[in-house]
């Protein structure tokens, strides 16, 4: 600890004895005038013109709130302008350039019209007389809107999507938003009764997941909102076995085909929602027609048709005996 008390008063007396040394002086002077240069330098800069691109907002004031603008007024230009460094700094950097223009001095009927003279004056207003514009990233601004309500239209998903093994999707991928609004300048509205999804394509899913996806965007149409939420229901599949009775196809007028047993039993996958129905719509069918071709008193079974939401469905019987009997 002495030792480090005895370094650190050593640098303390160091650092005075710099302190009143005429180096010191000298550097301090030289740092002086290198400040008061640099400023001076700044100044003469400053009033030289110079080129700078600015990133201005543009704001529509005193829209009515009947109003609806089917063409999204732009949220922002890019101006190169050319002036003195002063009105520069202060008009671009120190201030933020905002254009503020009047909704009812461009508004006519149905069309919002800012020609690029007009433009160019709200811009020179905002950013001073003396500037000279050299280049806008928009030149005239041309937007539609309505004063009607609008009408509300159903949403249809468009998806292509599939689960993992072991997994089922057992409904169609649904809006959460089953209805948007949709607005129109002209007569197009009275053509639009609905409006589609952008294709949602997802594979591999394992649970149940929500999506945002865009709506396809439909000409001279604004629609409210842009975008919906799409759920795609996914469940795990479980085995399932239950007992079915045999239907017999194709059996003439005047005879009867008792079957023994009457009901086999089929094995299959389910979503675990619908473990305990106690109902799962299929058909087991022997075909009468068998009985002429083939010996025996035994018929084949098979599965005729099941619900979509069950999967690899299997006999555990593949046949069944019969007796004919004739009325």
Known sequence: MEDVGKKIDNIRSDWRRFKTSSQFHNALMFLVFVAIATVFWFIIALNDNITETFRVRFNIQGVPDSVTFITDPPADLHVTVRDKGTNILRSGVIKNPTVDVSFRDYARDGVFRLSAADLAAELKSDLGGAATMTSASIDSIRLYY????????????QADVSAASGY??????????RQVRV??????????HSVRTQRLVRNG???????????????HVKIVPSQVQVKVPVEPLVHKETYVNVEVENLPQGESLLLFPNKVPVSFYVPMSHFNDEYFPMRVVADYN????????????HVSDHAGNLVNVELKADSVEYTLVKH
């Open 168 to 177: 089922i999707i057992p409904g169609a991928p649904a809006p959460m938003t």
């Open 290 to 301: 068998e009985t002429r071709v083939t010996s025996g008193s035994r018929i084949s079974v």
């Open 205 to 219: 899913l394992s649970q149940t997941s929500v999506f945002d996806v865009k709506l396809v965007p439909v000409p």
């Open 183 to 192: 607005y129109s300048y002209k007569d197009e509205i009275d053509t639009v």
């Open 146 to 157: 309505t004063l009607s309500p609008g009408k509300r239209v159903p949403v249809i998903v």
